[in-house]
C-alpha cells in the first residue's frame, strides 16, 4: 500500500475495501520505497502510453523553457516508466483525450547549483483526472518526486502501463543520507561508483562519502601532487581517478540530486601518502634509529602543514561540497610513542607531557584551521571528538563505533555540534540478507534530549568499507540491505515502525531496482517476474 | 610456486636460487591452483606466440583426426592462453622454430561419453624444449591437463606469452569434487549455471549436483507430467527448465569434464508438486478433517509409487549419469503423526506402531528400488542413513548436518557405504572472504578408520543452498570460497597443509578467474592487473 498514515483513520473502510479488491486481482497499488510522509491511493487509475506520455514545465519553469538537471531526469525515468517500449520510431497515433502529461513546477529556480546540507527536498506529487502534478521548491525535490512517481506506474497482465489516482505530500525524516564507498583498500572503476549512484537515487539516498585515500593506495590523481597517485595507487594509470573521472562521478550525482563528500582521512590511513611525499610521514625508530617504517602524518613538520593546506586547497575546488571529510580516526600512536627522538622533543617543547592525544589534536586543530579557511563544514570521525579538548572548532561528528552509539550520539548533541550516525549501518559486513530488519530497526533519535538537540542528528550514513569489496560483489553486498537504512532515514518512523508490513514492500522494490538493472540480492525464497533481463 | 612437493629436497638448493631469481622480477613462476600431485619447473621458459601456437593430436587420436571434446577446448582455451589475442586476421609470418604445439594423447580414446565416477582424471604434462606434451588416461584428464597448462602461461610486463619448463604429474585426492546449486529456491537462468560450470572446471571440479526442484518450485518440465512446472513452478514459461534447457546444461557440463547429478528430492521438500500432481501429498488433518495442508508424499497410496516410477524412469533417461540423487532430508511428521486417518491405519496394518521413520524408510525403500530398477546409482542424505534398518539397500550418502560430521562419516563407513561429505562446505552462509580459510582446514580422512574405510569417502561437495542466492550474488558467493575447497578435494593434503602458503596462490587464481570473466569476490585489500575488463 502507498499509504500507511495513521491519520487517514477515516479511511479505513475504503482502505479495507481496496484491500478486497486487491485480494481478488482487481486493483494492484503500487508502493513507494522509502515510503512518503503522506499517500493516498485510490483504486481510481489511468493508462499510461509511452507515445502519448510527456513531461511538461509549468510556471517559472516554462519561460526558461529549460532545465538541464530535469531534461536529463525525463529522459532516465522515461525509460524506467516504459521499460518495454522499444527505441525504434514509433507511428504516433492517438486522440488528445490519450496525452497522459506530469507538469512540473518549482519554487525557485536553481538548476544551474549544487545540492547542498540546506537544499530542501519537498515535493508535493497529484495524479488525478488522467494529468500528473508534481510541485517542489527545488530542483532536487523534484527528483525526489519523479522517482516517486516512476515507482507508481504499474503494468498489467497484458503489459499496459497504468498509474492510480493518488496524492503524496513528501519530504525527508532526516538531511544527510549517505553512502561511503573506498576506493583505496579496493579500485572500484568509475562505472561501478555510477551505477551505485543511480541506485542511491533509486532509495532516495543524497550523500555519497567518497573515502577516496587510504593506507592501501591513493588513487586520487592530484594536480598539485601528481606522485601522490603515480607512486600510491595500486597502478599509476589503471588504477586511479583522474580529474576527469572526478568530475564524471561529481555531475552523475548532481544530475541525481546527490552531493559528493570527499574523505581525505589523516593523521592516521595515509600510508601510500608516503609514497610520493617522502616527508609527509612519521618516521619510526627503533634502538636509537629509523627503523624504515613510517607511522601517522608528522606533525610536529611546517612542511606537513604546507602541503596539506596545498592538497586541501585543491580539493576544495575540486569538490564542489561545502563539506569536507578530515577522517582523523584510529590512529596509531606506537610510532610517535615508542622512539621517535623529534616526536618527543617536539612533545617535550609543546609541554604535552606523554599525552600523544595533546599532540593529535595538536595536528587536527591545524587541519581544521586550513579547511576554515577555505569555507569548509568538515565532518571527522568520532574518535576525534573523543581525544579532543577544544570541541568548539568542531562542527560534524560522524559515530562509527559499535557498541552504546546512541550514547555517543547523546554526548556529541550535548556539546552542541552536529551527528551523523554511522555504527548500526557497516554493510561491508556480509550476513544472510534477512537481515535487512536489523538495519531498518535503527532509530536515531531513541536518546534522551531536547528537541533542539536531537535536530543536530543530521542524518545516518551506510558505510561499505572496502577490505572485502570491489566491484565484484559490491552491488548484491550494498542491495536490498541499504534500502532498508534509506527508509529509516527518509521516512516517518511511526509509519514505517513494522519489519512486517515493510518486508512485501521491500520485495517489490528490490523487483523493481532489478528490473532497472541493479544486481540487488534477494530477500527470501521467491521470484520477480522481470528479474534476470538487465543484471 | 608450482611444486610444494616435499619429496624434493634434492632441489632445495635450486629452489631456494629460484627464489632469489624471483624476489629480483627476472622469472615469474605461474602456479596451479589446485595444486597438482607432482610439479617441477625451471627458469627455463619458451615464449608463446598466438600466430603460432598449436594444439596437436598424437597417437590413436591422429588417427581419428578428430575429438570433439578437446576439439571445443582447443578453442576455449586458445582465447583463454591469449587474452589479447584479436579476434580478427592476423597476417602469419613466423620461422619454424618460433612454433609452440601443444600435442595431446590418451590411452583410451572416449570422446563420445560422458565422465562418470570411474572416470580417470590423471593426466601427465611435460613442458620443455620449446614444445609441450600432454598424455592421459581419459578425455577427461587430458581437460584437467589443459586447465593446468593453461594456468601456467603468463605475460610479461610488455605483453608477451611465456611458459616456463615444467613437469606435472597429476590425478584427484577424491573422485567426487561437486558443487550443488538450487534452482528451486530461486529460479537460476540457465547463462548463470553455464558460467558456473565454467568456473568449476578452472578450479577442476567434476560434479554439478543439481537440486533442481524443491518445496518453493519445480522448475523442472516434465515430458511425462508437464503439470509438475506449468502448475508448480514460479512461472510456467520464463521460470522452468525444458528439455533442451537441460540438455544444453548437460551438453555444457560434459565439455568440461563434469557430471550432471539431479536431485529428486523426497518424500520431503516437496511442496511444489503437489500443485501438478494433486494426490501426491499427504492431506493434513484437523479436529478429523482435512486441514487443506499438505505434508510429505502420501506413502501409503499405490498411485504415489506408480507416479514416482514413471518420473524417474523419464529422470534416469533425461540425465545420463549413472548416480541419482534422491534427497530423504528433513522429513517433517507432524501431518502424518497428528492425525490423517489413512496414514494410521497404514501404519497400523504395517505394524509401524507409532515410528514414523519405519513410514518414511518404507517409503524410501520403494523409490530406491525403483531407481535399482532403473540401474542408477543412488544418493541420499545423511538423515535416510540415521534412520534407516535395512542400510544394505544404500549406497551412497551425503553428509550434511553440522556437528562432529566425521563422526557420521566414520558411522557411514563402518557401515559399508560409500560418503561424499557437504557439512563443512555450505557455502549460501555469507561470510568475510577470509574465512576461505576454514573451507580449506577442512580434512574429511581425519577420522579413525582402516585404508579400506577410508576408500568408501568418495569426496566432497559444496552446498549454495537458495535462500538468500539467486542470479544476483551467486558468483561472489561462491567464487573464491569453493576454490578453497576445490584444492582439499584434488591435492595431496600434505603439500597443501599451508593456509599461508595458499593464500598468495589463491590471490593469483583469483585474479586468473578475474580475467576470465568470473565474478569472483576478493580476498583481502589489495588488486589484479586485469580486474574489470570481463566482469
Redesign the interface.
Known amino acids: 500500500m502507498c499509504s500507511e498514515n495513521p491519520g487517514y483513520n477515516t479511511l479505513l473502510n475504503y482502505t479495507f475495501l481496496l484491500f478486497i479488491i486487491q485480494q481478488i486481482g482487481l486493483v494492484k497499488v503500487q508502493s513507494v520505497w522509502p515510503l512518503p510522509q503522506t499517500c493516498i491511493t485510490s483504486t481510481e487509475r489511468y493508462q499510461l502510453k509511452p507515445q502519448t506520455f510527456s513531461f511538461g514545465y509549468r510556471g517559472q519553469l516554462t519561460e526558461q523553457h529549460s532545465c538541464s538537471v530535469l531534461d536529463a531526469a525525463f529522459k532516465r525515468y522515461f525509460s524506467i516508466l516504459f521499460p518495454d517500449y522499444p527505441s525504434g520510431n514509433d507511428t504516433l497515433q492517438f486522440t488528445e483525450n490519450e496525452v497522459f502529461t506530469l507538469t512540473i513546477s518549482l519554487d525557485h529556480h536553481d538548476c544551474e547549483g549544487y545540492p547542498n546540507q540546506d537544499s530542501s527536498e519537498r515535493y508535493k506529487l497529484n495524479v488525478f483526472a488522467g494529468r500528473a502534478s508534481l510541485n517542489a521548491e527545488t530542483v532536487w525535490g523534484a527528483l525526489r518526486g519523479l522517482e516517486s512517481f516512476s515507482q507508481l506506474v504499474y503494468q498489467d497482465d497484458v503489459g499496459s502501463y497504468y498509474i492510480n489516482k493518488t496524492y503524496i505530500e513528501d519530504f525527508p525524516q532526516f538531511k544527510y543520507r549517505g553512502i561511503l564507498l573506498d576506493t583505496s ?3 572500484l ?1 568509475v562505472p ?1 561508483i555510477l551505477k551505485t549512484l543511480d541506485a542511491m537515487a533509486y532509495s532516495k539516498f543524497n550523500v555519497f562519502h567518497w573515502h577516496i585515500v587510504d593506507d ?2 591513493f588513487p586520487y590523481q592530484s594536480h598539485t601532487f601528481p606522485e601522490l597517485s603515480s607512486k600510491g595507487a ?2 599509476p594509470v589503471t ?1 586511479i581517478y583522474t580529474q576527469s573521472d572526478v568530475r564524471r562521478v561529481i555531475s552523475h550525482a548532481r544530475m541525481r540530486g546527490i552531493r559528493v563528500l570527499p574523505e581525505f582521512d589523516s593523521p592516521g590511513h595515509t600510508k601510500s601518502w608516503g609514497k610520493g611525499q617522502p616527508e609527509l610521514l612519521t618516521p619510526c625508530y627503533r634502538g636509537g634509529n629509523p627503523s624504515g617504517a613510517f607511522g601517522p602524518v608528522n606533525p610536529t613538520l611546517s612542511s606537513t602543514y604546507q602541503f596539506m593546506a596545498a592538497l586541501f586547497k585543491e580539493v576544495a575546488t575540486v569538490f564542489p561540497d561545502s563539506y569536507i571529510h578530515l577522517g582523523g580516526d584510529e590512529v596509531d600512536f606506537s610510532c610517535w610513542y615508542v622512539s621517535n627522538p623529534y616526536v618527543r622533543a617536539f612533545m617535550q617543547k609543546m609541554g604535552f607531557g606523554l599525552d600523544f592525544s595533546k599532540l593529535e589534536a595538536f595536528y587536527i586543530e591545524k587541519i581544521l584551521n586550513i579547511t576554515l579557511a577555505l569555507r569548509k563544514t568538515s565532518i571527522v570521525w568520532q574518535d576525534v571528538f573523543d581525544y579532543h579538548e577544544r570541541r568548539k572548532s568542531l562542527s560534524v561528528v560522524e559515530v562509527w563505533k559499535q557498541g552504546c552509539y546512541l550514547c555517543e550520539v547523546r554526548r556529541v548533541v550535548k556539546a552542541g555540534l552536529r551527528v551523523i550516525l554511522a555504527s548500526p549501518w557497516y554493510l561491508d ?6 537481515n535487512w530488519a536489523r538495519y531498518y530497526n535503527v532509530w536515531p533519535l531513541a536518546f534522551k534530549g531536547s528537541e533542539k538537540q536531537k535536530q543536530l542528528v543530521i542524518g545516518g550514513e551506510v558505510c561499505l568499507w ?8 559490491l ?2 553486498r550494498l542491495w536490498p540491505r541499504a534500502s532498508a537504512a534509506a527508509e529509516r532515514l527518509w521516512s516517518n518512523e511511526k509509519q514505517t515502525s513494522s519489519v512486517d508490513r515493510a518486508f512485501p514492500r521491500l520485495q517489490e522494490f528490490r523487483c523493481k531496482l ?1 528490473r532497472r538493472g541493479i ?4 530477500l ?4 520477480c ?1 522481470h ?2 533481463q538487465s ?1
Open positions: 583498500r579496493h579500485y572503476p561501478a592501501p593506495s595500486f597502478h588504477h559486513q556480509p550476513g544472510p540478507t534477512h572496502g577490505e572485502y569489496v570491489d566491484a565484484t560483489n552491488s548484491p532489478l544486481q540487488v540480492e534477494p527470501y525464497v521467491g521470484y517476474k528479474e534476470y543484471v
